[in-house]
């Protein structure tokens, strides 16, 4: 079966440090991954996506997260964390082509990061 | 650009009842997507539309459905409400073509909060 997890359910850092935020998937081939975050009473913003070519994926704010193939991995990172940052973030992967899943993301439970002046 | 609109915001139901969801998608955007919201659950896919036509259905009773009108406007509807359908429901617009369905990001609209006392 097709799953994403997000094993920590919360990320506590310190305003200028770095964070990561953890996200694996089990999935079939070779899925196409994503990252968004929600801010409480919104719905969720798209942050980046890896699709394929380098296994390091720059996007929205600072966002970077590192594809790890073997180990199933689509960590989310940033070099220094903001206080604003501290949201709900979702890990969501979508298989490719071929699989009649159109429109359907698999996401992860999210895990709420705190960051703390 | 405009947004994802979602309409109403807030809604408040009886069991039993039935409730109209109603989603514009981002100008362009022909494939509409609905994902349903839970801390128990988290985000699950309902159905997704393109051109008018479901292209992909969750797993879901059908008492929840959906359709897309020519302006790629989007309604999804739930007879017989149940305790458990309160939730956020979130819709979802995309660039979602035939080559682009599985790797393009979905750009959400902020929810319609259904409670069903």
């Known amino acids: 079966a097709q799953s994403v997890a997000q094993p920590e359910d919360q990320v506590n850092v310190a305003e200028g440090n770095p964070l990561t935020v953890k996200c694996t998937y089990s999935?079939?081939?070779?899925?196409?991954l994503f990252w968004y975050v929600q801010y409480p009473n919104r719905g969720l913003q798209f942050l980046l996506k890896?699709?394929?070519?380098?296994?390091l994926v720059k996007g929205s704010y600072g966002f970077e997260a590192e594809f790890n193939k073997s180990q199933t991995s689509f960590h989310l990172k940033k070099p220094s964390a903001l206080v604003s940052d501290s949201a709900l973030y979702f890990c969501?992967?979508?298989?490719?082509?071929?699989?009649?899943?159109?429109?359907?993301?698999?996401f992860g439970q999210g895990t709420t990061l705190q960051v703390k002046p | 650009k405009a947004g994802v609109t979602q309409t109403p915001r807030y809604l408040i139901k009886t069991r039993g009842q039935q409730v109209t969801l109603s989603c514009s998608p981002i100008?362009?955007?022909?494939?509409v997507s609905w994902y349903q919201q839970t801390p128990g659950q988290g985000l699950q896919f309902l159905f997704e539309?393109?051109?008018?036509?479901?292209?992909n259905k969750g797993n879901f009773p059908g008492r929840f459905s959906g359709r897309q009108f020519s302006n790629s406007r989007s309604e999804m509807n739930v007879s017989t409400l149940e305790l458990g359908d309160s939730a956020l429901y979130l819709c979802?617009?995309?660039?979602?073509?035939?080559?682009?369905?599985?790797?393009?990001?979905?750009?959400f609209g902020n929810g319609t909060r259904l409670t069903v006392t």
């Open positions: 100008s362009g955007h022909r494939s």
């Open positions: 979802a617009s995309s660039w979602a073509d035939r080559e682009s369905a599985y790797n393009s990001p979905l750009h």
């Open positions: 999935v079939s081939g070779n899925p196409y």
């Open positions: 539309y393109f051109s008018e036509t479901q292209r």
């Open positions: 969501a992967v979508s298989p490719r082509r071929g699989s009649s899943n159109t429109g359907k993301l698999i």
């Open positions: 890896y699709i394929t070519g380098d296994n």
